[in-house]
């Protein structure tokens, strides 16, 4: 998971410490080949962020009339976009400008490309409609599959998708990145609760996709029946659409015996997929490499410093039939900066697979050059250490493939000898940042 920014919505911001970490990661078994692609150190996603920045302006600029005209009436055409933070001159979209252009106004491509549309259930006058290229769609779906990912599913799983099939994005978009996973869907959608119970206990269903008031609705009608929800194999809830509040998350967790993760996601950026949590529960992540957030003032349109609430602003970075350019989310959200505890254990669990390494290690984040770098001591075992330097560096080796193999990580491995890093009595402390010792301009 890409680790640099989490992402804090409404009430969770009030109190992201509070969660803690509820999960032990088991090594070898706490990320999927899929969650990795989005791991990039953060000077590469940067890059990546710019480059993928500039091509999605110059196809609206080129293809939107809309986008076009606020550009020109600017004076800024895409050119002069020379880094990330160019992007707060740009306009913002809103849900306005997409019930103003409906329905295809603010398509970037012709429908001969367009091989998807979806639409939002216009409760006030127009459904807004949003479209997908075939490229389109498979980002979406990669999304979807770090996500499941994330959430500790993969192949064996069994997902009841309990999301509505059909022009809301819910859907489709859920099952077709668990498909992609390699987990067995049941495209049960929505409604008809006791078909969806009968559907739980007799699947043999481990994970389930549907809003958290729609599972509180489950657990209540499963209890009416003589099902008890704890006792299914149910372990895993996928929870969207709404906001919905930590307390409902404890009721769910308790009465339903799963572990309940928030997905976040907007049919005007791609639906469901934008961001997940992983098993620490300790905020967002959001795929950074296809979605680009900001936090503004909602008043003053100004950028808000990391760790500041406002506004959720995201563009899409790599949408082709819409582009998203700076759309105002109207979600009060808070970009952390700090890493999320499961970057260790994504490490220590590509560390542990390889044979002789310990699950003694420090993880060390320096600043070289104004570029973060990561280095991993990790103590080996007293047989190999007191071995010839050759099978050390070989080791070594091993173990620096491993990190970079797993999470798309380069790493500083240095092997240290046995018990030499220090034990720690409670939690261990496994990230040490040392980036603001050393020097910016060293
Ligand atoms: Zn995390």
Redesign the pocket.
């Known amino acids: 998971?890409q680790?640099d920014r989490?992402l804090l919505r409404g009430d969770d911001a009030a109190a992201p410490a509070a969660r803690g970490s509820r999960v032990k990661l088991e090594p070898g078994g706490a990320f999927h080949p899929a969650s990795a692609p989005d791991y990039l150190p953060l000077a590469q996603m940067r890059q990546l962020q710019l480059q993928r920045l500039r091509a999605v302006v110059r196809r609206a600029y080129d293809r939107v009339e809309l986008f076009r005209r606020r550009l020109d009436e600017r004076n800024f055409p895409p050119d002069r976009l020379g880094a990330l933070a160019d992007i707060q001159h740009l306009p913002f979209t809103t849900k306005a400008d997409l019930r103003d252009t409906y329905p295809f106004g603010l398509f970037a491509s012709s429908m001969q490309d367009v091989v998807r549309v979806h639409a939002s259930s216009g409760t006030t006058g127009k459904p807004i409609v949003v479209a997908y290229t075939q490229q389109d769609l498979d980002v979406w779906t990669s999304v979807m599959v770090r996500a499941f990912a994330?959430c500790g599913l993969d192949h064996g799983d069994v997902v009841q998708n309990a999301y509505g099939y059909g022009l809301f994005t819910g859907g489709l978009g859920a099952h077709y990145g668990a498909e992609a996973l390699g987990a067995t869907v049941i495209p049960v959608s929505g409604g008809n609760t006791d078909r969806q119970i009968m559907v739980l206990k007799d699947f043999n269903v481990t994970a389930i996709c549907c809003t958290p008031s729609y599972f509180i609705h489950l657990i209540e009608r499963a209890a009416e029946l003589g099902v008890r929800m704890r006792d299914l194999p149910l372990r895993v809830g996928i929870f969207g659409a709404e906001p919905w509040t930590e307390s409902m998350r404890r009721h769910i967790e308790i009465e339903g015996g799963i572990q309940a993760f928030d997905i976040y996601g907007l049919s005007e950026i791609i639906g469901p997929g934008v961001g997940i949590?992983?098993?620490?529960h300790?905020g967002l992540?959001i795929f950074e490499d296809h979605f680009y957030p900001e936090v503004i003032d909602p008043d003053t349109g100004s950028v808000m410093p990391d760790g500041e609430e406002g506004e959720l602003v995201l563009t899409t970075l790599s949408k082709q039939a819409m582009p998203m350019i700076r759309y105002r989310t109207r979600d009060i959200s808070v970009l952390a900066a700090e890493p999320?505890?499961?970057?260790p254990s994504q490490i220590e669990a590509a560390l542990l697979a390889v044979e002789g390494a310990l699950p003694h290690y420090e993880i060390l984040l320096t600043r070289h050059k104004g570029l973060d770098a990561v280095e991993v001591h990790v103590e080996v075992t007293p047989e190999l250490f007191s071995d010839k330097i050759g099978t050390l560096e070989a080791l070594r080796q091993r173990l620096s493939y491993a990190v970079e193999h797993t999470l798309g990580l380069k790493v500083e491995i240095t092997l240290a000898a046995p018990r030499s890093i220090q034990r720690s009595e409670g939690k261990a402390k496994r990230v040490i940042d040392r980036r603001s010792l050393t020097s910016e301009t060293s």
Do not use: D
């Not at 949590?277 to 620490?280: A, G, K, N, R, T």
């Not at 999320?340 to 970057?343: A, L, N, R, S």
């Open positions: 998971m680790s989490m994330a949590e992983c098993p620490y300790n992540h999320c505890p499961c970057f």
